[in-house]
């Protein structure tokens, strides 16, 4: 079974610019989150998707925002990008369990530098 | 919302040496453990996790992690490290409550010294 897969791998923008990220999950997931991946803070939570509907909201300003379409596929989008959003975005995909607990499957990430 | 703290941001030891990865988080109510690892230009791995029963927990690799209620700890240990275990670690905790949510500690980086 093929992984969860980000495209595109890396990416350079500029500040003002906007990007958009996407993500296949595991095929059979329905849950798709985002996580922003900085040396001095880890991973942040963005939001996780759940079919189609955004079911949990990290503490992110209105300039991030995601959807998810029909297949499960999910993409983010950031607007006017500021530097501090060079990062590392990663993606995970869940499959819904009745024990509560989802493990996460994680992509390889997007690496977004903006100059 | 839990917080993960991961006390050492690097730790170097020497091969065949053992070592330990020190994971506080703020809550012991109905949370799940994890610790995941990280290699370069990768995405994360799920190295081992506890639901419940038994609070040593054994995962792949040689490492095992320990839930402790009462110190709200769950840190991670492997008896003799090998050059392939040079990587970012990463404690995360997720609330039973809020299912997906998952909150990371800030990564220990580990390098293991020939």
């Known amino acids: 079974k093929a992984g969860v897969t980000q495209t595109p791998r890396y990416l350079i923008k500029t500040r003002g610019q906007q990007v958009t990220l996407s993500c296949s999950p595991i095929?059979?997931?329905?849950?798709v989150s985002w996580y922003q991946q900085t040396p001095g803070q880890g991973l942040q939570f963005l939001f996780e998707?759940?079919?189609?509907?955004?079911?949990n909201k990290g503490n992110f300003p209105g300039r991030f925002s995601g959807r998810q379409f029909s297949n499960s596929r999910s993409e983010m989008n950031v607007s006017t990008l500021e530097l501090g959003d060079s990062a590392l975005y990663l993606c995970?995909?869940?499959?819904?369990?009745?024990?509560?607990?989802?493990?996460?499957?994680f992509g390889p990430g997007t690496r977004l530098t903006v100059l | 919302a839990q917080s993960v703290t991961q006390l050492d941001s690097q730790v170097p030891v020497f091969e065949e040496a053992p070592v330990e990865l020190r994971c506080n988080y703020s809550?012991?109510?109905?949370?799940?453990l994890f610790w995941y690892v990280q290699y370069p230009n990768q995405g994360l791995q799920l190295l081992l996790k506890?639901?419940?029963?038994?609070?040593l927990v054994k995962g792949i690799n040689g490492f095992e992690a320990e839930f402790n209620k009462s110190q709200t700890s769950f840190h991670l240990r492997k008896p003799s490290v090998h050059i392939s275990d040079t990587a970012e670690y990463f404690c995360?905790?997720?609330?039973?409550?809020?299912?997906?949510?998952?909150?990371f500690g800030t990564g220990t980086s580990l390098t293991v010294i020939p």
């Open positions: 095929s059979g997931h329905r849950s």
């Open positions: 998707y759940f079919s189609e509907t955004q079911r």
């Open positions: 506890y639901l419940s029963g038994s609070t």
């Open positions: 809550s012991s109510v109905s949370v799940y």
């Open positions: 995970a995909s869940s499959l819904e369990t009745t024990s509560g607990y989802n493990e996460q499957f």
């Open positions: 995360a905790v997720s609330d039973r409550r809020t299912g997906n949510q998952f909150y």
